[in-house]
């Protein structure tokens, strides 16, 4: 039992799970927030021009925001519907999604193609009268937009490489990209005096360095997506698919774009040298990124966690995913505060090596660096209550949190500031109070979401029945379904697998809350899905539930003995058999070859794994969760033997 022996650990506290799936979701975001970090160093830096092309940098900023966030939006929706279609095995589905997703790349680049074409260099004037400032912000701007293909196609192709499991090589991708950035910023800046132009081009090249790793790891690895160009014909429905999911998404990280526009144009009115306080702003709110970023990735994780578990109705799960998420989310900002806090100094001093107009930025930077890090533990709260909200199924109360900590409380704040002769030394509080404002109605908006949410599930409590069912699951190629239908045979009990169930949950009328809100096709394909969402994971224990209240059965897969944990009279089962075994079965059934039967198999079980350990918390194929484990390859008349004697057993003791 290969897949058991890998499991033997004890089942894993929830506390545990959120650094575990959001450790590596930090490092992605805070690479990305680093990649802007970079390109702020190396201008500043430049010999006597460092501060006008640091303003000018951060001019442009709120753009290439948007571009960030526009793909963002589009790749959070691709990815979802990508996924639920890869689970409900629909190849054609899938082709269309990922074709229409390669069409939203091309189609949002060539937006931003005909803005940096015609509009750079008018956004660039709505923000500063200098002349060389508006130079250098225009070519910057003009190059990252004209360009910006590399990264829309890079978004488009990571979330490709997610939803198919291989999110490993989507990081080397970006970390490839990265670093060549790095690498040519100081080439085209200093060697070749290139200027800003020079770090434009190093962004873009690194982008496309990204983007075409991406697409050869896709195009050489991802087998599970056909990649024919008719399929890049876009198709309505599922673009709207797309962006139903990915809107509130891209609106949300759009929101850092008017805020950042919104606090450049304000600051530009001061009364002191404006290019030390916009650009001053600009270095730091790349620097607090990496605080941020750190805070979404912990909110991202629960937002999976927390729908699951609030899916399958678990209200002390639920509660402890809410506590132990925000709680995580505390200890990460308040370590970002305390960090910041320390280095602020020497952090800002990156920003003047070469000495000159550079070194007025240091002392600026370092104050507003820790400032403005005093919020960041209330910037935590906030975000970790958004994720909170959104896994319970609100989508205002998020995006309210966002226009009070990005733009209502931010804008008349700063403005107040300005008007201070002590601007370079006050106008940083703007941020810590924006925080600690938002954060009392993110308190308010977190209780309100667990009184009518949370406190009214019902507490787990145990439910007595007389109705004999057995649970299966399965390693794929194991014959489980065979040997499900067999058993079910001998014991003259009904059997269900995930088909079935669903029919016969339609026959009585049982899933008739879910089809109110879903088309019969989609509830169908909703419940057939192993993309664990929260509305498929509540429909599916709904009906299984339901089923096990009014009579006894075998039912394969769906976590099914998770799903029944609180009911008597269940019998866990497991299956599981050599990969020999398992790629000689499937190689039959499909007509595959050994390779094909193998990453099949592997496909599968990863799918399944995945679904299980979401759903319930739980180890896929751990001992510790079944009543019994049993190793397929002595042949499905033997296995059958042993579960019905095992069974007859049990059943004579309890009488």
């Not at 959001?22 to 990649?35: D, E, N, T």
């Not at 030390?276 to 730091?284: Q, R």
């Not at 070859?593 to 194929?621: C, F, H, M, P, T």
């Not at 007859?648 to 003791?653: D, E, G, N, P």
Request: proline share 2%.
């Amino acid at each position: 039992m290969e897949e058991v022996k890998q499991n033997k650990m004890a089942v894993e506290p929830l506390k545990k799970l959120f650094w575990k799936m959001g450790l590596p979701m930090i490092i992605s975001l805070v690479l990305q927030a680093l990649y802007n970090v970079v390109d702020s160093i190396f201008v500043a830096n430049m010999e006597g021009t460092g501060v006008l092309a640091n303003e000018a940098l951060t001019i442009a900023f709120p753009v290439q925001i948007l571009i960030i966030a526009v793909g963002v939006g589009t790749g959070v929706g691709l990815n979802a519907l990508l996924s639920k279609s890869l689970g409900e095995k629909n190849k054609e589905k899938v082709d269309q999604v990922a074709g229409n997703g390669v069409f939203l790349a091309v189609a949002i680049y060539i937006v931003f193609l005909i803005f940096g074409l015609f509009c750079s260099e008018w956004f660039i004037g709505l923000f500063t009268d200098n002349s060389e400032v508006l130079k250098m912000g225009t070519s910057y701007l003009r190059i990252c937009t004209c360009l910006c293909l590399g990264t829309t196609g890079y978004t488009i192709y990571e979330r490709f490489l997610q939803a198919t499991g291989k999110g490993f090589y989507s990081m080397i991708s970006q970390v490839s990209g990265a670093l060549i950035n790095v690498v040519l910023d100081y080439i085209f800046i200093f060697p070749l005096d290139m200027g800003v132009a020079g770090a434009a081009w190093a962004t873009v090249i690194g982008q496309f360095i990204s983007m075409f790793l991406a697409m050869a790891f896709h195009y050489i690895l991802n087998k599970e997506i056909g990649n024919h160009p008719k399929y890049i014909r876009p198709r309505f429905d599922i673009i709207k698919g797309i962006y139903k999911i990915g809107a509130s998404a891209a609106l949300m990280q759009g929101l850092l774009s008017v805020m950042m526009a919104g606090v450049n144009a304000i600051l530009g009115t001061a009364s002191v040298d404006s290019g030390i306080l916009v650009g001053s702003f600009g270095i730091y709110y790349k620097i607090q990124q990496v605080a941020l970023f750190s805070a979404f990735g912990l909110s991202n994780t629960m937002i999976t966690i927390l729908s699951f578990n609030y899916g399958m109705r678990s209200k002390e799960r639920s509660k402890d995913c809410i506590k132990y998420g925000i709680i995580d989310t505390l200890i990460t900002t308040l370590i970002m505060t305390v960090m910041f806090e320390l280095v602020a100094k020497p952090l800002s001093m990156l920003f003047a090596l070469s000495g000159g107009s550079s070194a007025v930025l240091v002392d600026v930077c370092a104050r507003a660096t820790r400032i403005a890090a005093i919020g960041y533990a209330f910037m935590g709260f906030t975000v970790a209550v958004q994720g909170v909200l959104q896994a319970l199924g609100y989508a205002g109360k998020p995006l309210i949190l966002s226009l009070l900590r990005l733009v209502v409380f931010v804008f008349p704040t700063c403005y107040l500031f300005t008007l201070s002769p002590d601007v370079l030394d006050i106008v940083w509080w703007t941020f810590p109070i924006a925080e600690a404002l938002t954060c009392v109605f993110a308190y308010i908006f977190l209780k309100q979401a667990e009184s009518k949410k949370i406190n009214a599930l019902e507490s787990s409590s145990h439910k007595k029945s007389d109705h004999l069912i057995i649970t299966v699951s399965r390693e794929h190629g194991t014959n489980g379904k065979r040997i499900g239908k067999l058993v079910a045979q001998r014991l003259g009990l009904k059997f269900y697998d995930k088909e079935l169930s669903m029919l016969e949950a339609q026959h009585r009328g049982l899933d008739k809350q879910y089809a109110d809100n879903h088309k019969e096709q989609d509830m169908y394909s909703l419940y057939l899905s192993l993309d664990a969402k929260k509305d498929s994971v509540i429909a599916q224990s709904e009906i299984i539930t339901a089923l096990a209240e009014k009579e006894s059965f075998v039912i394969v897969g769906r976590a099914a003995d998770y799903v029944l944990r609180d009911h008597d009279n269940v019998i866990r089962i497991f299956l599981y058999a050599p990969m020999k075994y398992k790629i000689k079965n499937i190689m039959q059934i499909y007509g595959d070859s050994a390779s094909e039967a193998e990453r099949r198999i592997n496909l599968s079980d990863k799918a399944r794994e995945s679904y299980y350990e979401l759903v319930s918390n739980r180890k896929w194929g751990d001992k510790g969760n079944y009543n019994l484990c049993l190793d397929c390859s002595v042949g499905n008349e033997e296995v059958v033997d042993t579960i019905c004697d095992y069974i007859s057993k049990i059943q004579k003791r309890s009488n």
